[in-house]
């Protein structure tokens, strides 16, 4: 995808985004022996964090000039996280230090001559594409990274939308937001004061990435502070209604270990790492034309992984802020399974991020989402089965059996044991097991 900065800042992030990748594609020297794997999805559903894996698994692990830039990623990560948070602070209309279950916080005064907050924007909008990488399992040495700037055919028509439904969750959750935004108001809004918008004025004005050696003590001490906030934590809860990436809380509440500067990340942390694959543009499949340019990487693909975060059921797209992030993933199904190129392609379905998921429906009904959901909300099982065959039902060539697994990307354990059944179904010995995993 171009990468357009805007800032001395966001180049900096692009920066270290290619730097990853291209590390990450450096290992992919030595795959010739090895299975060839496609890895798809769409954006944030873990295909990197699948490839790390591979690294750490059927590879010689991080290297150390990786886990150097892996460190400023994290601290960015950290700085991303926070501002997110406090930004949705105003646009949810949430005023610090506010509980949910104390409805009525007792609000500071507003002085009248008090400077409004500076509110930031959102986060950049660029519209990216789904990328693709070629991994290697089973003896390989490495992994290569391919790009594809869209999916192969679009069929991304007729799909439902997401609808909504009132249930007593539904207005339970409307309760709170109504008394936050009333409190917001009552506190003067934007103009709310006290240590809580210090902090977050603080974390809002600070760049996104730093060239010194750590975040500055002042903003981990904001950073800390707003994370113990009442209102924040509110706020986090309500993560699904705005843009905040999934390590937000593994990264922020272990700010002091990643801001030392003594820091070297752990392969658990680079696992939980985010950054969005940026050099992906060396094969692009924007049409059937270019067809002839980009058929010979899949040629001897043993296999296709499709990822796609489950946990992501009540979450809107990065990229247009309106569509829900399983029918994206759906529609980008469509367009690979059914693709006539990948009619006898091994199909593996990566159903990603259980461990979110698991957490998740605890709170968010899957059915105020998916009305076609019956079943009860919090059964896992249910739950999970229902979206499986919603990915299965869409595959149009029963003879080519799709493999659904149920994973947890950044735990190297489960994926391992994953890894294992994907090479054996590969390899022939386990055709039979199809189905869900
Ligand atoms: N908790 C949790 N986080 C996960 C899991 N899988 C991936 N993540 C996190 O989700 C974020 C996105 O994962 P990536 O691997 O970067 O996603 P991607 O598909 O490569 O995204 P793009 O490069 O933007 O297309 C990272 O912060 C990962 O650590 C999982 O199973 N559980
Ligand atoms: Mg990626």
């Not at 209604?241 to 270990?257: A, H, M, P, S, V």
């Not at 010995?429 to 995993?437: E, P, Q, T, V, Y």
């Given at each position: 995808m171009?990468?357009?900065?805007?800032?001395?800042?966001?180049?900096?992030?692009?920066?270290?985004?290619?730097?990853?990748?291209?590390?990450?594609?450096?290992?992919a020297?030595?795959?010739?022996?090895?299975?060839?794997?496609?890895?798809?999805?769409?954006?944030?559903?873990?295909?990197?964090?699948?490839?790390?894996?591979?690294?750490l698994?059927?590879?010689?692990?991080?290297?150390?000039?990786?886990?150097?830039?892996?460190?400023?990623?994290?601290q960015?990560?950290?700085?991303?996280?926070?501002?997110?948070?406090?930004?949705?602070?105003?646009?949810?209309?949430?005023?610090?230090?506010?509980?949910?279950?104390?409805?009525?916080?007792p609000?500071?005064?507003?002085?009248?001559?008090?400077?409004?907050?500076?509110?930031?924007?959102?986060?950049?909008?660029?519209?990216?594409?789904?990328?693709?990488?070629?991994?290697?399992?089973?003896?390989?040495?490495?992994?290569?990274?391919?790009?594809?700037?869209?999916?192969?055919?679009?069929?991304?028509?007729?799909?439902?939308?997401?609808?909504e439904?009132?249930?007593?969750?539904?207005?339970?959750?409307?309760a709170?937001?109504?008394?936050?935004e009333?409190?917001?108001?009552?506190?003067?809004?934007?103009?709310?004061?006290?240590?809580?918008?210090?902090?977050?004025?603080?974390?809002?004005?600070?760049?996104f990435?730093?060239?010194?050696?750590?975040?500055?003590?002042?903003?981990?001490?904001?950073i800390?502070?707003?994370?113990?906030?009442?209102?924040?934590?509110?706020?986090?809860?309500?993560?699904?209604?705005?843009?905040?990436?999934?390590?937000?809380?593994?990264?922020?509440?272990?700010?002091?270990?990643?801001?030392?500067?003594?820091y070297?990340?752990?392969?658990?942390?680079?696992?939980?790492?985010?950054?969005?694959t940026?050099n992906?543009?060396?094969?692009?499949?924007?049409?059937?034309?270019?067809?002839?340019?980009?058929?010979?990487?899949?040629?001897?693909?043993?296999?296709?992984?499709?990822?796609?975060?489950?946990?992501?059921?009540?979450?809107?797209?990065?990229?247009?802020?309106?569509?829900?992030?399983i029918?994206?993933?759906?529609?980008?199904?469509?367009?690979?399974?059914?693709?006539?190129?990948?009619?006898?392609?091994?199909m593996?379905?990566?159903l990603n991020?259980?461990?979110?998921?698991?957490?998740?429906?605890?709170?968010?009904?899957?059915?105020?989402?998916?009305?076609?959901?019956?079943?009860?909300?919090?059964?896992?099982?249910?739950?999970?089965?229902?979206?499986?065959?919603?990915?299965?039902?869409?595959?149009?060539?029963?003879?080519?059996?799709i493999?659904?697994?149920?994973?947890?990307?950044?735990?190297?354990?489960?994926?391992?044991?994953?890894?294992?059944?994907?090479?054996?179904?590969?390899?022939g010995?386990?055709?039979?097991?199809?189905?869900?995993?």
């Open positions: 171009g990468g357009c900065a805007s800032s001395p800042q966001d180049a900096e992030a692009i920066a270290a985004s290619r730097a990853i990748d291209k590390a990450l594609k450096n290992d020297k030595e795959i010739d022996d090895s299975i060839r794997l496609l890895l798809l999805g769409s954006g944030e559903s873990g295909k990197s964090t699948i490839l790390k894996q591979m690294k698994i059927y590879g010689k692990g991080f290297a150390t000039d990786e886990q150097v830039i892996y460190r400023t990623a994290i960015g990560n950290a700085i991303t996280a926070a501002k997110a948070l406090c930004w949705a602070m105003d646009s949810l209309k949430i005023p610090y230090g506010f509980d949910p279950e104390v409805l009525a916080t609000a500071p005064a507003i002085p009248d001559d008090l400077d409004r907050l500076e509110s930031l924007s959102s986060q950049h909008n660029a519209s990216r594409p789904v990328s693709a990488i070629i991994g290697s399992i089973g003896g390989g040495k490495g992994s290569d990274i391919l790009g594809s700037e869209e999916s192969l055919d679009d069929s991304r028509s007729n799909m439902e939308s997401p609808m439904e009132e249930g007593e969750a539904v207005k339970v959750v409307d709170k937001a109504k008394a936050a009333a409190e917001y108001k009552r506190v003067g809004g934007s103009r709310q004061v006290g240590p809580g918008p210090l902090a977050a004025a603080k974390i809002k004005s600070t760049p990435t730093h060239s010194g050696d750590s975040i500055s003590a002042e903003i981990v001490d904001a800390k502070l707003i994370w113990n906030d009442p209102g924040i934590q509110y706020c986090y809860s309500r993560a699904n209604e705005f843009q905040l990436i999934d390590c937000c809380k593994y990264f922020i509440t272990d700010i002091d270990r990643i801001c030392v500067s003594t070297t990340p752990t392969p658990q942390d680079i696992l939980h790492c985010r950054t969005m940026t992906i543009t060396e094969t692009k499949m924007k049409s059937k034309n270019e067809r002839k340019k980009w058929a010979p990487y899949f040629d001897d693909v043993s296999a296709i992984i499709f990822l796609a975060a489950i946990s992501s059921y009540d979450q809107v797209c990065y990229e247009d802020n309106s569509t829900n992030r029918l994206e993933a759906l529609n980008l199904f469509a367009s690979i399974c059914n693709h006539p190129l990948f009619k006898t392609t091994s593996i379905l990566f991020k259980i461990d979110l998921f698991t957490e998740k429906i605890k709170t968010s009904p899957v059915s105020q989402f998916f009305p076609d959901y019956i079943g009860d909300d919090t059964d896992y099982g249910g739950t999970s089965t229902f979206f499986a065959n919603k990915f299965l039902a869409i595959n149009k060539y029963p003879e080519r059996k493999y659904v697994h149920f994973t947890w990307a950044t735990d190297t354990k489960q994926t391992r044991k994953v890894l294992d059944t994907v090479n054996k179904i590969i390899l010995s386990n055709l039979d097991d199809a189905g869900i995993a």
